[in-house]
């Protein structure tokens, strides 16, 4: 079964689960247009998989969606952006 994402409003923040089981999270809060992502964590059993990409990559297109800019505080949100160009637009422009 391939990994899903869940977008937890309650939490403010999306979760990656693997057969029901939530293996990881990235937190996020809303500031005027932004969205800041300061956390991002996938359990040490399940790392290298690539769900943190999956997880990264549904966060910000769930933020393209909602028209807001990316604030990535978080290294690998920093790291997936620079490294997927499709999603610098989201980069705020001031």
Do not use: K
């Not at 990656?16 to 939530?22: A, C, F, N």
């Amino acid at each position: 079964m391939p990994p899903s994402v869940i977008h937890n409003t309650a939490l403010s923040r999306y979760e990656v689960h693997v057969d029901e089981q939530m293996v990881g999270f990235a937190e996020y809060r809303v500031a005027g247009t932004a969205m800041v992502f300061p956390h991002t964590v996938i359990d040490p059993p399940m790392r290298g998989r690539g769900l943190a990409e999956v997880l990264v990559r549904h966060a910000l297109d769930d933020a393209r969606r909602r028209d807001l800019s990316v604030v990535a505080e978080c290294w690998y949100v920093a790291q997936f952006i620079e490294a997927n160009p499709d999603y610098e637009d989201l980069r705020p422009t001031s």
